[in-house]
């Protein structure tokens, strides 16, 4: 489909007749439609909805009321939109009108213009379901605002309907639904003889568990829709926890003194530890300086009178007594005046073990003297650390003091109290968690006794003649069912694995940081850091996932056109409508991802505000722009204090707010120009 | 050369072709269909599993 022009005629906000051409060109692909928050923007996206459809976005407030309300002051009871578009080189126009007075007439119509003629169609929502599914049109008419919608863990089931729409699988899960309800009409059918009367039992018991599990599948529901409830709380809190600014802010620097003051603290511990070792290892140093001193000097003064080491020889003396006979060879008897007087000589002989003694002081003294003078620079070392550590855990002390009574003006029984809910509110999260267990299990549980009950009964069936057809027939339901439900896994397995492809090298192309994709066996998709981190889900990065996802769908879309395989629905070419695609980006998020939005297919419509055409997301799309239009309000009041509006396009200056005018809506203006 | 299994699955390939066609022609239908749908799905059902009727008998 390529839109060619769509008319609106007291379509909501739009007041009597407007009308806009899109560019169909496949260079210049885009449509950009400037507006301010409020004029009309998301109203041009519901008018398209609606004109195929007959539906909006759920977000559209007051859905129902479609006429616009001065035409209806003016007595005009009928608003319509209207549609042209191209499809497989046909044009078409489709026409759906809301009318206040009469709701007899045909709502909805399409005609194929032909020539100058048009032929109307004979089943209209038929046709443009052909051209656009409706269940796909969410995801080409894409509301930017609410991209992040995809990505929840809450939204897992609109991701996976996503996916399957664009797979066009609808047919085989319908066939699948189908060949189970009359499967289960066949055991309900089958007559009762002697031979089946256990399969009335049977059916009975299987009845009982389909309850069982049907029961059980709607409490996983409530609870699950209450999981999100309490998860949804948690965030709240989370949030305005976060957010309570001055308490915020103090508790950040609290935070960060008390770690300062606990290093600190350890740091005190080891430089005394560090002063009392030095003590015991070296305060024997400091106490024997005196004695080692003395030692010393006694040492010096025997060694100087040559005492020491003594003269004589213990070992040698007793050697001549023994022998008689001195070393010049004279005699000397016992008890001679001669040998007394060499034995008196061992009064002043050393033997070894008192020289080795003396050596022994010696040394221990040299280590002494040697070691005292290092003690100082290691007790002067630890202990200016030491009153280094004391002075940071003082500051330190002081400034948790000062930050505690600033925080006494905080309300803090508040964050108390939220913090207090939190936990409660974790704790019956995590009750919900296991209640959904139990179910899942009881569930599994009974939907195996139940398939055993099935093939039982079939076995049972066969073996009577009267019953023996049904269990051919269910049989037949069995095998074409498994037959289908493989295909159904094994298309998605594919579909996940090129959309994972798709939205990776988007990404690539769009993001600055080197961020993975998850994609989970429920579609569920988020973004992770390098580091294995995943990046909160407001983030502008998880806009750009949603609008990836998109892209990424539209793209499969495409490829998916000219599917062969009957059972599948086919794909569709079909322009890309993105109402406030950038959102929470920022300015270079907003210029890379412009970029890239011609690319994502083979017709673009934008709808932007003026903080989002700035000036670097409108030169990325300068070579792409086909046609241009600015949403002008206009207002029956006076401008009074308000200050003028005003935009310069292409040169020209554009009032994007009309005051003393004729009607209150908006009125579309082509931007023209070289 | 297919397996045996191959072979019975693939004998069903006329009535899978049945069956798509029929949801196919009742997907875009906006009415309430389900019961008349699932009521010509019994039909192809029962016309198959006749005796001596084309449907492969697991």
């Given amino acids: 489909m390529i839109l060619e022009e769509i008319r609106l005629t007291d379509f909501r906000c739009f007041y009597g007749d407007a009308f806009l051409r899109f560019s169909e060109d496949p260079d210049k692909n885009v449509t950009i439609i400037y507006a301010e928050n409020g004029v ?45 578009f191209e499809h497989n080189e046909k044009r078409y126009i489709a026409k759906r009108f809301a009318n206040l007075k009469n709701n007899t007439g045909r709502e909805f119509l399409v005609n194929r213009i032909d020539g100058g003629s048009q032929i109307s169609l004979d089943s209209p929502d038929t046709f443009i379901n052909t051209v656009i599914p409706r269940d796909m049109a969410s995801h080409f008419l894409f509301d930017g605002e609410h991209a992040e919608v995809f990505l929840g863990e809450n939204n897992r089931g609109s991701i996976k309907s996503a996916v399957r729409d664009i797979l066009g699988c609808s047919l085989i899960e ?23 009367r256990q399969i009335g039992e049977l059916n009975s018991r299987h009845d009982a568990l389909t309850t069982q599990i049907d029961t059980a599948k709607s409490a996983i529901n409530q609870l699950e829709t209450k999981r999100d409830q309490t998860d949804q709380q948690i965030k709240d809190i989370d949030e305005k926890l976060r957010n309570t600014a001055a308490a915020k802010e103090l508790q950040q620097s609290r935070d960060r003194l008390t770690g300062q003051l606990s290093r600190a603290q350890r740091r005190q511990k080891d430089y005394a530890d560090e002063v009392y070792k030095w003590l015991g290892e070296n305060g024997r140093f400091i106490v024997s300086k005196r004695i080692t001193e003395e030692t010393f000097t006694f040492l010096e003064e025997k060694e100087h009178r040559g005492r020491i080491p003594s003269p004589y020889n213990e070992e040698f003396v007793k050697d001549i007594l023994d022998a008689q006979e001195c070393i010049c060879g004279a005699k000397l008897e016992p008890g001679s005046a001669e040998s007394k007087k060499v034995a008196s000589l061992l009064e002043k002989a050393a033997n070894q073990v008192m020289r080795d003694r003396v050596s022994k002081v010696r040394a221990r003294l040299t280590t002494l ?68 267990g139990s179910f899942r299990t009881n569930i599994s549980r009974a939907e195996r006794e139940k398939n055993q009950i099935d093939s039982d009964i079939t076995e049972l069936a066969k073996q009577n003649k009267q019953t023996a057809i049904y269990g051919r027939r269910r049989n037949l339901c069995e095998s074409i069912k498994g037959k289908l439900e493989l295909q159904l896994v094994s298309e998605e397995d594919q579909a996940r694995k090129i959309l994972r492809a798709g939205i990776r090298r988007i990404l690539e192309a769009t993001t600055r940081k080197v961020l993975n994709l998850r994609m989970t066996e429920d579609y569920l998709i988020s973004l992770v850091n390098a580091d294995g981190t995943a990046l909160p889900k407001s983030s502008g990065e998880n806009q750009l996932l949603g609008l990836a996802f998109t892209a990424a769908l539209v793209e499969f879309a495409k490829v998916r056109q000219n599917a062969k395989d009957y059972r599948l629905l086919p794909g569709t070419i079909a322009p890309l409508v993105l109402d406030s695609p950038f959102g929470q980006l920022d300015e270079a998020y907003r210029a890379t991802t412009a ?39 206009h207002n029956t009041e006076s401008r009074g204090e308000r200050k003028q509006e005003s935009r310069y396009f292409k040169g020209k200056e554009f009032n994007t707010a009309v005051f003393d005018a004729e009607f209150d809506g908006t009125e579309i203006m082509e931007i023209k120009g070289p | 050369m297919a397996s045996e299994t191959e072979t019975e699955l693939g004998k069903n390939d006329p009535i899978v072709r049945e069956v798509i066609e029929l949801e196919r022609s009742y997907f875009f239908e906006k009415r309430n269909v389900k019961t008349e749908r699932q009521r010509k799905l019994r039909d192809i059902i029962e016309r198959h599993t006749k005796p001596g009727a084309d449907a492969h008998d697991p």
């Avoid at chain 1, 319908?174 to 089946?196: G, H, M």
């Fill in chain 1, 40 to 84: 009309g923007k998301t109203t041009l996206l519901n008018a398209l909805l609606w004109c195929f459809y007959g539906e909006t976005t759920a977000r559209f407030e007051k859905r129902e009321e479609i006429i616009n309300y001065d035409a209806r002051k003016a007595g005009r009871s009928v608003a319509s939109v209207e549609v042209l």
């Fill in chain 1, 174 to 196: 319908t066939a699948i639904e189908d060949l189970q309800a009359v499967s289960n009409q066949f055991r309900k059918q089958i007559p009762s003889t002697k031979a089946t």
């Fill in chain 1, 369 to 436: 003297k040697t070691e005292r003078a290092k003690a100082p620079g290691r007790l002067t070392k630890a202990k200016a650390q030491l009153a280094e550590a004391n002075d940071e855990f003082a500051t330190a002390e002081a400034q948790l003091a000062e930050i505690s009574e600033k925080l006494k003006g905080i309300n803090f029984e508040d964050i108390a109290e939220r913090e207090r809910r939190r936990g409660e509110l974790r704790n019956e999260l995590s009750e919900i968690d296991q209640k959904i």
């Fill in chain 1, 595 to 633: 970029e890239f939005i011609p690319k994502m297919a083979r017709q673009v419509v934008l709808l932007v505000s003026k903080s989002q055409g700035s000036e670097d997301v409108l030169d990325a799309l300068k070579d792409h722009l086909g046609a241009e239009y600015v949403l002008v309000r």
